[in-house]
């Protein structure tokens, strides 16, 4: 697609549940990122994949929050045993170092975001 | 400490006016890019403009410039002849080389709120 996908816009569940939130970047983007941005919060990093590999998972919270990229296109955040405090909106995005005008700046195109809200 | 700060929460300004929004920041690294987006209410974060450390210029794209002042750690972002559809919040963010690497791990401010009166 022209942009990143993430679905779903929305989810409700209720606490100690597991949830899967899906990404889909923009093709050919070779880097993906996850972000979770609380209420009045700038977006916090959490994890990179570069491929099919997490390069760098060091802003996951806690050992209930994974994330896989398995073929290197679409990725999957997911969280185990939820909690009131996982309560946020998880943005994916995906970036190309081919952009010419910004090369270098490795530009993140984010999608619209996943709005969890854990009752 | 905080890596990048936005010190005003909300903005106004009148249409057709210009803005600037605030942002200064915090690294030991010589080399980092500095970002500014805009999110509007749908919740999609709108790239805008991008200021490497070491650009001896000010990037500029359209209504946007950056004012980067390297030796004050400042990046703030002016927005030029502002429009109704600007009104949104606007992050900015910086990214570090972390010892050669430049993938995506972007530290964002808090955020300012711009709301712009016709």
């Known amino acids: 697609g022209a942009g990143v996908s993430q679905t779903p816009s929305n989810k409700v569940t209720e606490k100690g549940k597991y949830v899967e939130l899906r990404c889909d970047p923009i093709s050919g983007h070779t880097a993906l990122y996850w972000y979770r941005q609380s209420l009045g919060q700038g977006p916090e990093f959490l994890i990179y994949?570069?491929?099919?590999?997490?390069?760098?998972d060091s802003g996951l919270p806690n050992d209930r929050f994974f994330a896989v990229r398995p073929e290197g296109s679409v990725s999957t955040l997911k969280i185990q045993r939820t909690e009131r405090g996982d309560s946020a909106v998880y943005l994916c995005?995906?970036?190309?170092?081919?952009?010419?005008?910004?090369?270098?700046?490795?530009?993140?195109?984010f999608g619209a975001g996943s709005r969890l809200t854990v009752l | 400490a905080q890596k990048i700060t936005q010190t005003q929460p909300g903005m106004f300004v009148q249409e057709k006016e210009a803005v600037t929004l605030d942002c200064t920041y915090d690294?030991?690294?010589?080399?980092?890019?500095l970002f500014w987006y805009k999110q509007p209410s749908s919740g999609e974060m709108i790239f805008l403009i991008y200021q490497g450390s070491y650009d001896q210029q000010n990037a500029t794209e359209g209504r946007y410039s950056l004012n980067f002042q390297k030796a004050r750690k400042s990046a703030n972002l002016v927005i030029s002849a502002s429009q109704l559809g600007d009104s949104a919040m606007y992050f900015c963010a910086m990214r570090e080389a972390a010892g050669g690497t430049s993938y995506g791990k972007l530290t964002f401010g808090q955020g300012t709120i711009l709301t712009v009166h016709p």
């Open positions: 690294t030991s690294d010589p080399s980092y890019g």
């Open positions: 994949f570069q491929g099919t590999g997490a390069a760098d």
């Open positions: 995005a995906s970036s190309s170092s081919g952009q010419e005008r910004y090369s270098g700046a490795n530009v993140l195109t």
